[in-house]
């Protein structure tokens, strides 16, 4: 679903293993780690909210280039462990296991993590664009 997909907002995807004790993907590095770590690390530091900010944008970005493409794509699970921060605390979103390109798909028919599912999920919602926010935020 990823395949041939370039934004400097979506984390980039090296190559993969594919070994019988060993199915990994290989993707950039990121020196920071992700926004819960960045959090963790950073919460007290000067300019920080300058910073979180710039991150706001750069999310939205990436969630604004996912979800209007020719087929539109849905992260799923959009949550701080799925963003990831470089050393010069620039952010890109990873992780796209639970990701799905189509409206269509419902709570029962997908995975994720149940604790930043939007509430209308569990009244059988579809997951549209307002689900990757919903998860956003929740993170």
């Not at 706001?56 to 963003?83: A, C, Q, W």
Request: with cysteine; hydrophobic share 40%; charged share 20%.
């Amino acid at each position: 679903m990823c395949e041939g997909m370039k934004c400097q907002y979506l984390v980039n995807i090296l190559g993969y293993i594919n070994e019988p004790d060993n199915l990994s993907i290989v993707m950039e590095y990121f020196e920071i780690g992700n926004l819960k770590e960045f959090n963790r690390k950073f919460m007290m530091a000067g300019g920080v909210m300058t910073r979180k900010i710039r991150m706001i944008l750069d999310i939205s970005n990436g969630m604004n280039y996912l979800h209007t493409r020719d087929t539109p794509i849905f992260h799923s699970d959009l949550k701080l462990e799925n963003v990831f921060v470089g050393g010069d605390f620039t952010v890109k979103i990873g992780d796209f296991g639970f990701a799905v390109s189509r409206a269509s798909v419902s709570l029962h028919e997908m995975g994720g993590t149940f604790t930043h599912f939007p509430p209308e999920a569990y009244d059988n919602a579809k997951v549209d664009e307002l689900w990757d926010i919903y998860t956003l935020e929740v993170g």
